[in-house]
């Protein structure tokens, strides 16, 4: 077994010196690798923030409910209480009829024919704020309907176009991700297997020998396996880095316009396990295009 071990350890440590060998080359293709992995790794960030957004949305979405004339400030209150109780409402806050006027006065600048109103045409009003994990369109739609057909609510609304139109937004982000990951993901393989391929093409004399005097495919086709997954995790560290460049660039005016909203968003990067995935990902891209392409071009090269 100890035997075993430091065989594979030789032949990571040929497998990397082949690579420094030829600097050029391999600069190239962990840079490609890399560029072609931190795609993905961005588009995934850009998901994973405008999902903290939505969340710190929550008491943005609202159900207004209107309440009709006869019902009291009391009634309001119990209403408001009652509904409060409900597993898919965080808070209730009840605005009175008074209450709205006053406000419909100061930001309407009609405060003078207000006054002139024999009687406070606004009702009473209950602002209903959703748990989070209540906010999608189909359960705020179906809120909306249960409400309204209280006795007490003439009429519930929210405006649900643009709860909607993000909800849309993020799934299509969400399957353009996938779609992008599977694309490059097919590039990583073409990469790592062309030059895989070369590889064994400058190397076709000893591989013959090696053949000749009884190697096997799978002792010759160990370093080539070595030589994908280094360089798809060389890769995926060029990614990881090339990921922190641009958030680095991209977080202050991204900073600038969260405070111009008053919101206390922060952009947030790849944590360890997200990193320690494109590590493992590059490395398990690098180990299949090099076994694909190592077995393919072996099995043509068998001596007669």
């Known amino acids: 077994m100890r035997a075993y071990l430091l065989r594979h350890v030789q032949v990571l440590l040929a497998s990397l010196g ?9 600069m190239m293709s962990v840079g490609v690798i890399g560029i072609t992995l931190a795609l993905p790794g961005l588009l995934y960030l850009l998901v994973a923030n405008a999902e903290r ?7 943005g979405t609202h159900v207004s409910l209107f309440l009709h004339g006869t019902v ?13 109780k409900r597993a898919d409402v965080n808070r209730v806050r009840v605005v009175s009829s008074e209450q709205a006027l006053s406000e419909f006065k100061e930001l309407s600048g009609f405060g003078e024919a207000l006054d002139a109103l024999p009687a406070n045409p606004l ?3 209950l602002v209903v704020i959703p748990e989070p994990q209540y906010e999608q369109p189909e359960t705020l739609e179906k809120m909306v309907l249960e409400l309204q057909s209280l006795p ?44 895989i391929r070369l590889a064994i093409v400058n190397r ?27 360089q798809g995790f060389l890769g995926g ?3 990881i880095v090339l990921i922190a460049l641009c958030l680095h660039l991209l977080r202050p005016p991204i900073q600038v316009l969260a405070n111009l909203y008053g919101s206390g968003f ?7 396990f997200e990193s320690l995935t494109i590590l493992a990902i590059g490395m398990g891209l690098g180990w299949l295009a090099s076994r694909w392409s190592a077995g393919r071009h072996l099995s043509r090269m068998q001596p007669a």
């Open 123 to 125: 009702p009473s009003l």
């Open 53 to 59: 957004v939505s969340s710190e949305w929550h008491g």
């Open 266 to 272: 922060r952009v947030t990067g790849l944590g360890v």
């Open 237 to 239: 560290g060029v990614a």
């Open 204 to 230: 076709r004399a000893e591989i013959e020998i090696i053949q000749l005097i009884g190697g096997t495919d799978r002792f010759i086709r160990r370093p080539f396996l070595y030589s994908g997954m280094l």
């Open 152 to 195: 007490a609510v003439e009429l519930a609304q929210m405006d649900m176009q643009w709860v909607q139109r993000f909800h849309v937004i993020l799934k299509l982000t969400r399957r353009a991700l996938i779609v992008l990951s599977v694309l490059l993901a097919l590039a990583v393989l073409l990469i790592v297997s062309n030059t």
């Open 72 to 84: 009291d400030n009391d009634q309001a209150q119990k209403l408001a209480a009652h509904l409060a």
């Open 18 to 26: 082949q690579l420094a060998r030829a600097p050029g080359s391999t």
